[in-house]
């Protein structure tokens, strides 16, 4: 059982920065790819960002790409999520999530996820 802990949220102004962080508590945590997701009140939980288990390959929503980066630290068994010149639609609840795919994009392809960190962007 992978146990995951998201931290880094909190409130911040339009056109301001946040990085989040996901702790993972499984050894090998470079088994697994890692994503980002979030879920506005009343929508559906949206894919933001995977990146590879060995950190080489990621995928971006077309919502963030180019604001947003993730990456991770094996070593750390610590995944991350640069969050950069946010916009109030990006507030919303962040979840990370561990899979056995490769970079999925699909919540049902993640087995583990997170409890959540609240993101709030004023504008």
């Known amino acids: 059982q992978v146990q995951l802990v998201e931290s880094g949220g909190g409130s911040v102004q339009a056109g301001g920065s946040l990085r989040l962080s996901c702790a993972a508590s499984e050894r090998p945590f470079n088994s697994y790819s890692m994503g980002w997701f979030r879920q506005a009140p009343g929508k559906e939980r949206e894919f933001v960002a995977a990146i590879n288990s060995s950190g080489t390959g990621t995928r971006t929503g077309s919502s963030v790409k180019g604001r947003f980066t993730i990456s991770r630290d094996n070593a750390e068994n610590t995944a991350y999520l640069q969050m950069d010149n946010l916009k109030p639609e990006d507030t919303a609840v962040y979840y990370c999530?561990?899979?056995?795919?490769?970079?999925?994009?699909?919540?049902?392809?993640?087995?583990?996820w997170g409890r959540g960190t609240q993101v709030s962007v004023s504008s």
């Open positions: 999530a561990a899979s056995r795919h490769l970079i999925p994009l699909a919540t049902t392809l993640y087995d583990y």
